[in-house]
């Protein structure tokens, strides 16, 4: 099982950015995909999940009405669509794997190596 997530970088505020999250070694559209985020000195947080179908999707509050979340389930991808950057949506951003949309990141059972978004003022 592999997630490679990656598309991160430096953006100004109020910019955007598309994070990709490619996966591999497993069926892909048995699996719900989780984003998560961790900032320096916090710990992990929940950004938003995704149904195997893609029928259902999750948005911590944090992020509702800027991010989006969807999926390629032929090419067994899951994007995430950031907009209305903000300096506090800086971290590291990972994707991981998990049997149904849960928003606990325990519940997730193979992680990504991640990808470092950083939005500057």
């Known amino acids: 099982v592999q997630l490679q997530a990656s598309g991160g970088g430096l953006v100004q505020l109020g910019g955007s950015l598309r994070l990709s999250c490619a996966a591999s070694?497993?069926?892909?559209?048995?699996?719900?995909i989780g984003w998560f985020r961790q900032a320096p000195g916090k710990e992990r947080e929940g950004v938003s999940c995704?149904?195997?179908?893609?029928?259902?999707?999750h948005y911590e509050d944090s992020v509702k009405g800027r991010f989006t979340i969807s999926r390629d389930n032929a090419e067994s991808t899951v994007y995430l669509q950031m907009t209305g950057l903000k300096p506090e949506d800086t971290g590291i951003y990972y994707c991981?794997?998990?049997?149904?949309?849960?928003?606990?990141?325990?519940?997730?059972?193979?992680w990504g190596q991640g990808t470092l978004v950083t939005v500057s003022s």
């Open positions: 995704i149904s195997s179908s893609g029928d259902f999707t």
């Open positions: 991981a794997r998990g049997a149904n949309a849960y928003r606990e990141a325990t519940r997730y059972d193979y």
């Open positions: 070694g497993f069926t892909f559209d048995a699996y719900a």
